[in-house]
């Protein structure tokens, strides 16, 4: 049937200037007698022999040819396997032409490597790499044959980059030559000796449609004839970059290492460094290149003292996560309690659990140290077998007292940030939500968090900002949902007039524009930012309990240079009616959804703020006992606190022990209580003096 096939391809041939012999006929392989001499190809004297399947007895050759005019497309491979990871460099084989030249082989050539399919060693899978070398860069040497016979050639070529083929994996090579027939390419093979798995063939020319083994396509097994050479790989390392040498992360501090195991990492990535990337941000691991691999860690709340944080793990495989965090800001991760989740099983996939925020953590920037392996025992520095280390910054934050009304930021990556912009005209963009009041009294301090668009942001702060609450239009008045209505207080804020504090800076989330409900932009942003306004008390809104009120707030500086977004709130605590924005026409407020795609689609949307106020002002500075009197107790008991780990000052722990109002406590507020008390000094502050000099809320 094939040679019938055949005449009808060769007339064609015939008709474009060329023909087939017509004694020739395709076939998938031919045996020969064997050429003698060592064939073994060393290669330059910094490469070694990483794989051989023998170059020396061959006793013929299996099709191996790609021809786009015949159609013809016979493919040969075999397996191999590491005991440990080699980089290969070059390849080398034995192979030639029957009904060919006699001395000059001209054929391109195809190298392809694969993985191994369903890891059971028996056929070729997914392709791994592919290299086309033209004729001129194959280094070819013939062997021997004469014209219109079997001529042998050995082949070598290198490799363009170098491959990294993993230990003890199972791979697969094939060789095929590329060019018209005839003649008819092969590549050599061994029927004496099978090393691995036998070589298998496949081609739909043939009517082999999967790989199929030699005994099947040739009725023996065959052992193709080449070899691989290159140099054993020197293991990849996955290195910490927190600041060094104040965190241990450098090989020369002993840094966190892990030899990259490609089954053990955290999130969805790994690559490896030639050392530590310490700098700053905690973000040198990230930035040396692609890919970005700091993503097994997310931190999904504000992280305040006394408080928990939940935070997400992504794990490749069950394993133990360490994680140490420097609460205390000192530049080590070695005092009690910075290892809250230390030696933890953990499972493979995601895990969410909650860490401890000690009472006592100092607020500002700190460091945090991940480290997941498949053994115990580790520590912050030092080597280990497999897995991952990720450092990052933390962001502990001032503790928000006397809490009103709190929808808190969703700091995961279903989090949103709804763009002020929408118009691009301030004087009409503008976003609100409501709440209720659960105590009469005033409001002093709006807290929100947000977000910049790609995270290209003003120098902060920078933006004015306009604050207002609204009454509250229920829904079937206007519309099918809730409003704002009546303006009741307002207030614009001015750069000075409040505070920023960044929360986060590896959390991936969305950026929405309302606009046009099919505009979102995933994983635009790391980075998000609290934005907290103090008003005194005699301007402060003051409301009724049971009462609903809206927050409203615009950006009044933007100026096309950035793009400023308001995050939404965890999606547990949206309350009543959707936030709204100023839609078309301006001026009426529509609702908002979660727009489509988004694992939340067609959901409520609800922002992320918090309303508190100022404590009553009910500590006495420097009375630090609480027993309502100034005496030497309170002297033994600033003294114990201080430097015998006693208990904290009550009721508010920098209140009631700063008496010289400096807003620390320290030896200083005893020499001045002493001074005070025994030799006629100043008295202590007074409470609204603290409150002036030191800020609102009180700490506690």
């Known amino acids: 049937m094939k040679k019938a096939c055949l005449l009808m391809v060769s007339m064609f041939l015939f008709a474009i200037g060329w023909s087939i012999a017509a004694e020739a006929e395709l076939t998938v392989g031919i045996r020969s007698a064997t050429p003698t001499g060592d064939q073994e190809w060393q290669g330059s004297s910094t490469k070694a022999i990483v794989w051989d399947n023998g170059m020396t007895d061959y006793d013929g050759l299996a099709a191996s040819q790609y021809d786009n005019v015949l159609l013809f497309d016979a493919l040969t491979a075999d397996d191999f396997e590491f005991s440990e990871d080699i980089e290969v460099m070059d390849v080398h084989w034995i192979g030639g032409y029957w009904n060919g030249p006699p001395d000059t082989g001209y054929f391109d050539w195809i190298v392809m490597f694969y993985e191994d399919s369903a890891g059971l060693g028996l056929a070729p899978g997914d392709i791994i790499d592919s290299f086309y070398f033209a004729n001129a860069d194959v280094n070819e040497t013939f062997i021997s044959g004469t014209a219109g016979s079997t001529n042998w050639f050995s082949y070598s070529v290198d490799l363009p980059y170098t491959l990294l083929f993993n230990a003890n994996t199972r ?4 060789i095929q030559g590329y060019g018209l027939y005839q003649p008819q390419s092969g590549w050599a093979y061994d029927d004496s000796l099978i090393i691995l798995q036998e070589g298998m063939f496949y081609s739909d020319y043939f009517g082999y449609t999967t790989w199929e083994t030699g005994t099947t396509v040739f009725g023996y097994a065959i052992n193709l004839c080449f070899q691989l050479t290159g140099e054993v790989a020197e293991p990849e390392i996955d290195w910490g970059d927190a600041p060094d040498p104040t965190y241990p992360t450098l090989a020369t501090s002993n840094g966190a290492s892990h030899v990259i195991d490609p089954t053990m990492y955290l999130g969805s990535v790994i ?46 495989a069950p394993g133990y996560l360490y994680i140490w965090i420097d609460w205390n800001a000192d530049g080590d ?27 006592d953590a100092v607020p500002g920037v700190t460091y945090m140290r991940c480290r997941f392996s498949s053994v115990t025992g580790l520590t912050p520095e030092g080597p280990a077998p497999d897995g991952e280390v990720e450092d990052y910054r933390v962001f502990v934050l001032e503790p928000l007292e006397n809490v009103k009304w709190y929808q808190p930021p969703d ?21 609100a939500d409501d709440f209720l009041c659960t105590e009469s009294g005033p409001i002093t301090d709006i807290h929100f968090w947000g977000s910049f668009l790609d995270d290209m942001f003003p120098q902060l702060p920078f933006q004015i900002f306009e604050l207002t609450i609204y009454s509250d239009v229920p829904a ?35 950026f929405y524009w309302l606009i046009n409900q099919y505009f979102w932009l995933p994983d635009n942003h790391l980075n998000c930012y609290q934005y907290d306004f103090y008003f005194p008390p005699e301007s402060a809104f003051v409301q009724t309990e049971g009462t609903i009120y809206w927050l409203g707030i615009r950006d009044m500086t933007w100026d096309y240079s950035y793009y400023f977004g308001w995050k939404t709130t965890e999606f547990d605590y949206r309350w009543n009616d959707d936030a709204t924005w100023l839609c078309d026409p301006p001026y009426f407020w529509c609702d ?19 309303l508190t106020t100022q404590a009553d002002c009910d500590c006495e500075p420097g009375e630090a006992n609480g027993d309502g009197t100034y005496n030497i107790f309170d002297l033994t008991y600033l003294i114990t606190y201080l430097y015998l780990s006693g208990p904290a000052p009550i009721p508010y722990e920098l209140c009631s022990c700063d008496a010289n109002c400096d807003c620390t406590c320290n030896i200083f507020d005893i020499t001045y209580l002493i001074d005070w008390l025994y030799r006629i000094g100043p008295a202590p502050c007074t409470c609204q003096q603290w409150l002036s000099a030191c800020g609102s809320p009180l700490r506690k």
């Open 171 to 174: 791979y697969w090579i094939s």
């Open 411 to 431: 700091l995961d990556n279903t989090g949103m940030d709804i763009c002020f912009s929408q118009w691009e005209t301030p004087e009409i963009d503008g976003l």
């Open 333 to 359: 991760w070695n005092d009690g309690g910075e290892a809250p989740a230390s030696g933890g099983a953990i499972g493979g996939g995601t895990n969410i659990f909650p860490i401890g925020v000690p009472a």
């Open 592 to 610: 908002i959804h979660y727009p489509p795609g988004h694992e939340f689609m067609e959901a409520s949307l609800d922002l992320a703020f918090a």
């Open 271 to 316: 690559d490896g460094e030639p050392d530590g990337q310490p700098i700053p941000t905690s973000l040198g691991d990230d930035n040396n290149g692609y890919p970005d691999d700091e993503d097994g860690i997310v931190i999904l709340d504000p992280v305040v003292p006394g408080n928990s944080a939940r935070i997400k793990i992504t794990t490749s």
């Open 476 to 510: 079937g008045v206007y519309a099918d949902w809730s409003m704002p209505g009546d303006i009741l207080w307002q207030s614009y804020r001015f750069p000075g007039d409040y505070g920023v504090s960044q929360i986060t800076d590896n959390n991936p989330e969305d």
